[in-house]
């Protein structure tokens, strides 16, 4: 016993009515993106102004602070785990995507931390000066590469195992 369905039925289901739909759904979507491209900026300006701290030798005393980072990127580690992993998943690949999930994570905790750290104790140097013009537009930069990246990642992969 089948299900008789009519095609026009479904057609209408599944399109917006009015253009007016399309345009809210769209700017919920660029909302989105609008609010992921800040945070990501921020994350990266912050990382290279920690790069800064940590070049110039203003960065005190980061031993104290490496646990912390150590204690995130272990989390990070467990999370991108439990995340990615499936019956039907490779191990190595798993371990292979944690892995590198948890040297992004140390990478960027340590130095953003780092440079929230100095922009709190130098604000001058970084919120006043033209340099932070110049870390906030490599952090632009930054995300729209990553961005890139991540859109074209087969790409990228096959390219390089053609190398």
Do not use: K
């Amino acid at each position: 016993m089948g299900f008789a369905v009519e095609p026009e039925a479904m057609v209408r289901y599944r399109q917006p009515r009015s253009r007016s739909a399309s345009r809210d759904a769209d700017s919920v979507v660029y909302s989105r993106l609008g609010l992921l491209v800040i945070a990501c900026t921020a994350a990266l300006t912050l990382s290279f102004v920690g790069l800064v701290s940590l070049a110039t030798g203003d960065a005190g005393n980061v031993g104290g602070r490496v646990p912390f980072y150590v204690l995130g990127t272990s989390l990070a580690f467990v999370a991108a785990i439990l995340t990615v992993d499936g019956p039907r998943r490779d191990g190595r690949a798993v371990l292979l995507v944690a892995g590198s999930v948890a040297g992004a994570t140390f990478v960027m905790l340590s130095l953003g931390a780092e440079g929230l750290r100095y922009t709190v104790t130098h604000p001058e140097t970084v919120l006043v000066s033209r340099s932070g013009l110049y870390l906030v537009a490599a952090g632009l930069i930054g995300t729209g590469v990553g961005y890139w990246a991540l859109r074209h990642w087969r790409e990228l992969m096959t390219t390089f195992r053609a190398l």
